[in-house]
């Protein structure tokens, strides 16, 4: 039987994926003669196995023990099992999970890593087994706890690692996706201690003069930062030691990573044929060869920068880094941007740049408006035009001009283009340093064009962005393979997704990344349903040479006639029109009572799918099958969702409505085998439709529907939750400020306790809670009640209700759970300790007497009569902390 990907048992709850065979990979890309997946018998029987049991595994018992560590024999399994010579993938898969199934870090690297004498292969090693252990999302640094020292000293030797020596691509990738995973466990102390190093204010040693200039002005507050740098390295070399900021790992490490992969960017991807100019990348399309090795270290390179920028701690200090070196402008103008292999690539730039420019304080970590965003460019245009007005008199058409004239790219480019190379250059390196002159890019018109336009056009707000976008996928997102993968990923390559860490940048970020992940989360299981549904209907082209179906499918039905009824006037300020409506007719006449049943049970608010059915006139040969994508096996042009308004059947009668204009005893059965529709299209979508057409000489899609999609309504609500998470990223202010640093991630988790609160109350009136004097002494047993009046004096009778005045460290065990051990230790702890103080601590508790509610019986309001515990009496008390 065809062995088909990313289909698995059949789900009772989720109906089965439809089936498309995927051919198998070659043993090129597989890196291994082995199956792709590998059964404990073959491990049992594997070379490495019996390696294992007689050098370092548990099974092996007392013999691998007595057999001692030897580097050779690791230099021989790195260099037989772990090296990839060719191919996409970076490392032998199967022969990494029998290593990691043997436990080889644990067992045997790390027990016997020693800084001064481990080889080369040694620390490579540990590299690829603690990869290995984040692709299958096991805890990674653990092993390493036993020796946080020593594991200082390993991150040392691999921070150094690269030092006389040259890596291969696929050790360079392999390298990078453990800084990546390093710098993905912040939270770790021990990772976090040694890594973040990294990121420090050293690093801007490594800037270019102008750049450093630069950032010292927009960043006052750094100044004293960098006084105190500058002091302790005069006070080293009045001591003799020699300070060298050219040496130093803080300084060089990530601007010699960023230059090895500008090399590898615009040397080693397209290995027989370099683009030196404009014309050749519009071309790159025809290169024939392409290093895949070199491809995936690209990509693997915009997901660790994507990383550094897309968390506070790397973000404030590299981010002017990464500015310096004009990374996403060298990647826009490389060629592998614009091939059809640098697609995923291209997606990962888009990514770097939009978090390049995310609306964020940096030095304050705080979330800049709208109107700041805005005033920022509108100071930062102002700057230029006042600098071209000065300083270069071809461009006083350009320092007189307004803003909404020169803030686009387009217009930028042409009022840029009256300078000549050499002015440009003095402009972009000289006058405004936003590159260096010693960069060997420098010298390309285009490359100081784009850095120019990339630094002063206006970019768009991500609130705008976020409601132009349209919460329905259509066909194009739905079957991209980096996005939205057809098979389980392994984690051997990169997606052009949003990591949901344990740190974000401001709530808008959190909010953000949840709204993109659970959008392409639903498109997959959108996807599945038409891969399911669209077959069954045997869609072929008639005499006519019009779409026909042969067959029926019981959640597609053919639309019998679409037409949009009305396109609103978009609201002030927008462009897209402020609602689209439309109506598909269908019939039910092909089912049976069940499904018809189910049909008609449609109401307001579902949401259905408009599907383009086009197939191809003749079926596909065996070859032209292998080869198609699944819109093309299926002949589906294109996909929208829409929302369900109203339904009608073929009298016209409201069928399921439930705003009360039917009454429900004049409720009947529908009438006919005819049901119309009211459906409201997207109207973001329906706009980009429209410019498409109008721009492009597109298809109207909206003339070519003929098959209405429903999906099961538990899995259908997609679409209200995107609503929620977009309204809420409209929305000023959501959680607290107490919860919101913590919520990011940022700041000390206790400062979010109640006892820890600035505005904590001290006095608590518990009301009606406390029954009588007893019931306070039950519930504080560990305290010595003391009951007192308003004014102070004490009370020997006293009678509810009650006040209390709580001490901020509450004794006792109250929300101790029955099975915790801690816990339940703790508070036999205090129990002992308060039996053997003499004195207990006092707890005043003051007798009031409640406000007369009237003279009347009915004005008397109900009491409380339910003797509660003192765990119910605490757990009331908490919640009133935080309201």
Not at 178 to 190: G, V, Y
Not at 385 to 409: D, F, M, S, T, V
Request: with cysteine; net charge negative.
């Amino acid at each position: 039987m065809t062995k088909v990907y990313g289909t698995g048992v059949f789900d009772f709850k989720r109906h089965r994926v439809a089936e498309y065979p995927t051919e198998k990979p070659p043993e090129s890309q597989t890196g291994s003669n082995l199956p792709s997946s590998i059964t404990m018998v073959e491990i049992q029987r594997d070379r490495l196995t019996k390696i294992a049991e007689a050098n370092w595994s548990k099974a092996g018992g007392e013999a691998a023990e007595k057999q001692g560590f030897s580097a050779e024999l690791v230099k021989e399994i790195y260099e037989t099992e772990l090296v990839v010579k060719g191919g996409r993938r970076t490392v032998p898969l199967q022969r990494v999970m029998i290593l990691e199934v043997s436990q080889y870090l644990e067992n045997y690297l790390w027990p016997n890593f020693d800084p001064e004498t481990a080889t080369f292969e040694h620390v490579m090693s540990m590299i690829l087994m603690v990869n290995e252990k984040f692709r299958e999302n096991v805890a990674a640094w653990i092993c390493f706890y036993d020796r946080k020292d020593m594991f200082k000293a390993f991150l040392e030797r691999v921070l150094r690692l690269k030092e006389g020596r040259s890596l291969s691509i696929a050790e360079k990738t392999n390298y990078l996706l453990f800084m990546i995973n390093a710098f993905q466990s912040l939270e770790d102390e021990i990772v976090s201690k040694n890594i973040l190093r990294l990121a420090s204010l050293q690093c801007w040693h490594s800037l270019s003069y102008g750049r450093f200039q630069m950032e010292l002005c927009l960043n006052r507050d750094i100044i004293k930062k960098w006084r105190r740098i500058t002091k302790k390295a005069k006070e080293a070399a009045k001591r003799g030691e020699l300070f060298d900021s050219s040496t130093m790992l803080e300084v060089t490490f990530v601007r010699s990573l960023i230059q090895e992969f500008l090399e590898v960017l615009d040397l080693n991807v397209f290995p027989h044929k370099q683009c030196d100019n404009e014309d050749d990348a519009l071309a790159v399309n025809g290169f024939e060869e392409v290093d895949d090795a070199c491809i995936l270290y690209c990509e693997r390179f915009m997901e660790f920068l994507i990383d550094l920028l897309s968390q506070l701690p790397t973000r404030r200090f590299l981010k002017p880094l990464v500015a310096d070196v004009a990374v996403v402008s060298k990647c826009h103008l490389s060629a592998l941007y614009r091939h059809e292999k640098g697609k995923l690539f291209a997606q990962l730039v888009n990514l770097l740049q939009f978090y390049e420019g995310f609306e964020i304080d940096d030095s304050l970590g705080r979330q800049m408006t709208d109107d700041e965003v805005l005033q920022s460019h509108y100071d930062r245009l102002q700057a230029f035009q006042l600098l071209a007005y000065k300083k270069i008199p071809k461009l006083r058409e350009l320092a007189l001009a307004n803003i909404g004239a020169i803030n686009k790219r387009s217009d930028l480019s042409k009022k840029l283009s009256v300078l000549t190379p050499e002015e440009l250059r003095d402009l972009v390196c000289c006058k405004l340093k936003l590159v260096s002159k010693d960069d060997p890019w420098s010298e390309r018109v285009d490359f100081l064009v784009e850095v120019m336009v990339s630094f002063f056009e206006k970019q768009q707000s991500q609130k705008e962005a976020i409601n132009a976008l349209p919460l329905y996928p259509n066909e194009q997102i739905m079957w991209d393979e980096s996005v939205v993968p057809s098979i389980n990923y392994t984690g051997e390559g990169c997606l052009a997704l949003p990591k949901l860490n344990l740190q974000f940048l401001t709530l808008h970020d959190y909010l953000l990344r949840n709204f993109n992940l659970f959008r392409l989360e639903s498109t997959y299981e959108i996807r599945e349903d038409i891969q399911e549904a669209v077959p069954h209907l045997l869609a072929y082209i008639n005499n006519e040479g019009e779409t026909a179906f042969r067959g029926w499918s019981r959640m597609a039905v053919p639309i019998k006639e679409f037409k949009i009824a009305e396109v609103k006037q978009p609201n002030i300020g927008e462009v897209k029109p402020s609602s689209v409506t439309a109506k598909v007719t269908f019939s039910v006449s092909s089912y049976k009572a069940q499904i018809r049943s189910e049909w008609n049970g449609l109401k307001e608010h579902d949401v259905l799918f408009l599907l383009s059915i086009r197939p191809s006139f003749e079926p596909l040969s065996a070859d032209e099958a292998a080869k198609a994508t699944v819109p093309q096996k299926l002949g589906l042009q294109y996909v929208r969702g829409c929302e369900i308004i109203e339904m009608r059947d073929e009298e016209g009668t409201l069928m399921n409505d439930f705003t009360g204009r039917i009454k429900r005893d004049e409720w009947k059965p529908p009438k006919g085998e005819m049901r119309t529709v009211t459906v409201a299209l997207d109207t973001a979508q329906y706009h980009m439709d429209g410019t498409d057409i109008s721009e492009n000489g597109a298809e109207d899609v909206y003339s070519t529907f003929n098959i209405l999609m429903r999906r099961k309504p538990k899995e259908n609500n997609f679409k209200a939750i995107l609503e929620s998470i977009r309204d809420l990223m409209n929305e000023s202010c959501i959680v607290p400020d107490w919860l919101h640093d913590i919520f990011l991630g940022y700041g000390n988790p206790s400062a979010a306790q109640w006892v820890n609160m600035p505005d904590l109350l001290e006095t608590v009136d518990f009301k009606d809670t406390f029954l009588d004097a007893d019931h306070v002494r039950e519930s504080f047993s560990d305290y010595q009640v003391c009951f007192t009046n308003s004014d102070g004096t004490e009370n020997l009778q006293p009678k509810s209700p009650f006040r209390i005045r709580l001490p901020r460290n509450l004794k006792g065990n109250a929300h101790a759970l029955p099975g915790n051990e801690k816990s339940t230790v703790a508070s036999i702890n205090d129990a002992n300790m308060v039996e053997a103080s003499s004195e207990r601590e006092q707890l005043l508790v003051e007798a009031y007497v409640p406000p007369d509610p009237g003279p009347y019986p009915q004005d008397q309001p109900k009491q409380n009569s339910v003797r509660f515990t003192a765990t119910q009496v605490l757990d009331n008390y908490y919640p009133i902390q935080y309201m």
